[in-house]
């Protein structure tokens, strides 16, 4: 089945202590992201990778590193979580990721990783 | 930066009554496509609405792009109870970054 996975669904962690949220594609695309959902803000994108060791800033992109080593992961690290980091967290994923016509820039998400910072 | 705003936040309609959000953006949109979020779910692809003046359609649901591809509205007819959830909408300007609106809200008493 195609499918965004993410680990863990639920976090909760206190602040500076490192973490690392995991995504996975079986959909071979190229095209990968993060996002932060809060209430009232909508999807916040905090970084983008075009491809293998290609990751680009989003909007929200401080306090949070991300890597692309292998075309089907790319995880989300926060290196010193603060409690404003507190959120829903999606990862989701596209054939490709330009503003070009075609079906090849639908975004499919992951279930969603619910984090808390205390 | 680009901006992409939706209107209303919140809807409450009675099954049976229509409903309308409408999206805008600072900047013009190379495309724009539109999700609906579950209550408690992720969000799931609609459709994609490409040319200045689209309209498309999936049964209950019709979707526009204006002329200037700076704005977009998603009307339903007759909203059903399983029209409940979130919708967003989402373009990209120029480059590889997609943003999204904040969402519309859509609550439906049966």
């Known amino acids: 089945e195609a499918q965004v996975t993410q680990n863990p669904r639920y976090l909760i962690t206190v602040t500076g202590k490192k973490l690392t949220v995991t995504c996975s594609q079986n959909?071979?695309?190229?095209?990968m992201s993060w996002y932060r959902q809060d209430p009232g803000l909508g999807l916040r994108q905090i970084y983008y990778?075009?491809?293998?060791?290609?990751?680009d800033k989003g909007d929200v992109p401080e306090g949070y590193k991300v890597s692309r080593k292998e075309k089907r992961n790319f995880p989300l690290i926060l290196e010193s979580p603060s409690p404003n980091q507190t959120s829903l967290y999606f990862c989701?994923?596209?054939?490709?990721?330009?503003?070009?016509?075609?079906?090849?820039?639908?975004?499919?998400f992951g279930p969603g990783t619910r984090l808390t910072v205390l | 930066g680009q901006q992409v705003m939706q209107i209303p936040q919140y809807q409450h309609v009675q099954e049976g009554e229509d409903f309308t959000t409408y999206c805008n953006s600072s900047?013009?949109?190379?495309?724009i496509q539109w999700y609906k979020q579950r209550p408690g779910g992720h969000p799931v692809f609609l459709i994609q609405?490409?040319?200045?003046?689209e309209v498309k359609k999936q049964k209950r649901l019709t979707f526009q792009f204006g002329e200037a591809k700076k704005n977009s509205s998603l009307h339903i007819t007759a909203t059903q109870t399983t029209d409940v959830g979130t919708y967003f909408c989402?373009?990209?300007?120029?480059?590889?970054?997609?943003?999204f609106g904040g969402g519309t809200r859509l609550m439906v008493k049966p």
């Open positions: 990778s075009m491809n293998v060791e290609v990751t």
């Open positions: 900047t013009t949109l190379s495309n």
């Open positions: 989701a994923s596209s054939l490709g990721g330009t503003g070009l016509a075609g079906a090849w820039n639908t975004q499919y």
């Open positions: 959909m071979n695309h190229e095209y």
């Open positions: 989402a373009g990209y300007n120029a480059g590889n970054m997609l943003t």
């Open positions: 609405l490409v040319k200045s003046g």
